[in-house]
Every structure is written in C-alpha cells, then in structure tokens.
C-alpha cells in the first residue's frame, strides 16, 4: 500500500507496477465502495496525501486526493458557484470525477472542463470533459481505467450569500433524508429510469430488513448501513436480495452505484 505526496510519486509507482506486471488500484477516501473481506491482490495506492487546490480565474485547480466538500468550501469562499451541491458529499475528487458524483440536480460532469491522469503504463494525459463521456454515474475512466491526478473545475462568479444559502440547503437535505449517524457507503443503487431506488427498496417491504450486521436504512433504504460489525458477505447478501426481490415483483434491473473490488468480486 503507498500514500503518494504528488504526482511524480504516483507516476513512478504506477510504472514501477505496470513494469512488473502488478495490479493497480488507485483508490481515494473509499465513500463509495465495498473492499473484499479476502482482501485486494496487487499494489493499493491511496491519493489522499494528495491535496493541493488552487484558483486561477474562474477555474479551481484540485489534486485528486482532496474531499469534494473541501473544494466546494473553496468555490465559496472565492465567490465561485457550481459546486453548491456538493458541500456535505463525501468522496474525493478523484471518485467524483470517476462516478460522476452528483447530488441535488448538479452533477461533476456539469462542472468539470479537463483532468490530468495517468494510463496504465504511467503516461501523462490531459483529458477534457468530452473525451471522459460521461452518464449518469459513469465516465469513461471506468472503462478505460485511467488514474486520475488532478481536476480543472470551470465555475461562475456569484453571491457569496446566495452560494452559502444552497449549500446550507443541500446539507440540511441530506442530514434530514440520510443516516448519518451510522457507517455506509453511500447510495448503494443507481436510479432507474422512471424511478427512485430507495422507494423501490421500500415499496418491495425491504427497508429496515438485516443480514448479520448490515442493515438497509430504515432512514434512506438506498443505504446499507453498519449497525454491528458487518462484513462485507453481509453487504454482498442484502444487495443480492434487493436485486432479486425488485427484478422478480418488478422486472427491474437494479444496477450498483457503489464499486467492489478485490479478491472474489467480477469487478465493476
């Protein structure tokens, strides 16, 4: 496991790896996923020494280790609006760019102009947002599985008072519809077309329903929350039930939003 200070570190750690044939897996603040309780084969580089921000006109300059909260507190403070959203999501800026983290109606996607990533032979690349292609949750990296170094964010000029007031909004939002008070990792399944997954999870009489020590909230029942040492079996368990139970009564596909990784896991 490595903890790069910059991206010259991650560069020769990512050539080092692809010299002697090891898997990669470039993670940030792990918000977002579900780790193998058999572990991860290959090198774990962690990016959240990686933490530099910086304006430059309209445009904030982020590493790919800082939380996206830090970078929405930043536009703030600078009187720079877009990312208004994002003040209580938890998740680098690396992850977001990865998922194309979004909340609120706002999306990265939405806000993004170019990243600086590595391929997997270590090479440099400059990326805009039209070559990532980004959906709904999704962005090319995914695919093409590029380690992201940094992001160029293009804002708006606007209101400090106005920017605080829909940043206060959106976190009283989630601290009213999320369970917060409780380990998880985030919203466990995407949306599908046409509907809500946590009122499918509810409608389907599985909220609130327990597997060994992971529960779906009976706050939010697109969360799995932690209530007494869960592992990641009881994880896999619940979100198995959920697909099967919403698929048989509904003929709906339920499609993960959270990644896993490691040993026993198709990766997705």
């Known amino acids: 496991m490595a903890f790069p200070k910059n991206s010259q570190e991650t560069k020769r750690l990512i050539q080092a790896a692809f010299d002697q044939d090891i898997p990669v897996h470039v993670l940030g603040q792990l918000s977002n996923m579900l780790i193998s309780d058999q572990g991860v084969a290959g090198l774990i580089i962690i990016m959240d020494k990686m933490k530099q921000i910086q304006i430059r006109g309209n445009e904030i300059i982020a590493d790919a280790g800082i939380d996206m909260i830090q970078v929405s507190e930043f536009a703030y403070e600078h009187g720079l609006s877009g990312l208004e959203w994002a003040a209580g999501l938890p998740g680098s800026v690396g992850g977001a760019v990865y998922m194309n983290a979004g909340a609120y109606g706002g999306n990265t996607a939405d806000v993004l102009k170019s990243v600086i990533a590595l391929d997997h032979a270590g090479h440099s690349l400059v990326l805009t947002k039209e070559q990532l292609g980004f959906s709904y949750r999704n962005s090319g990296i995914q695919q093409n599985g590029y380690y992201i170094l940094q992001a160029v964010f293009e804002l708006a000029p606007d209101d400090k008072a106005v920017i605080r007031r829909w940043m206060d909004d959106f976190n009283f939002r989630r601290i009213s519809k999320q369970p917060l008070n409780l380990p998880s990792n985030?919203?466990?399944?995407?949306?599908?077309?046409?509907?809500?997954?946590?009122?499918?999870?509810?409608?389907?009489?599985?909220?609130?329903?327990?597997?060994?020590?992971?529960?779906?909230?009976?706050?939010?029942?697109?969360?799995?929350?932690?209530?007494?040492?869960?592992?990641?079996?009881?994880?896999?368990?619940?979100?198995?039930?959920?697909?099967?139970?919403?698929?048989?009564?509904q003929d709906i596909n339920m499609e993960l939003e959270i990644k896993m990784i490691g040993k026993g896991f198709a990766e997705n």
Not at 195 to 210: E, I
């Open 186 to 249: 985030g919203s466990v399944f995407k949306r599908p077309q046409g509907f809500y997954a946590g009122k499918l999870v509810a409608d389907a009489g599985l909220q609130g329903v327990r597997i060994g020590g992971a529960q779906l909230s009976t706050k939010h029942a697109n969360f799995i929350v932690n209530v007494d040492h869960a592992s990641t079996e009881d994880y896999v368990r619940l979100i198995n039930l959920v697909k099967h139970t919403i698929k048989q009564n």
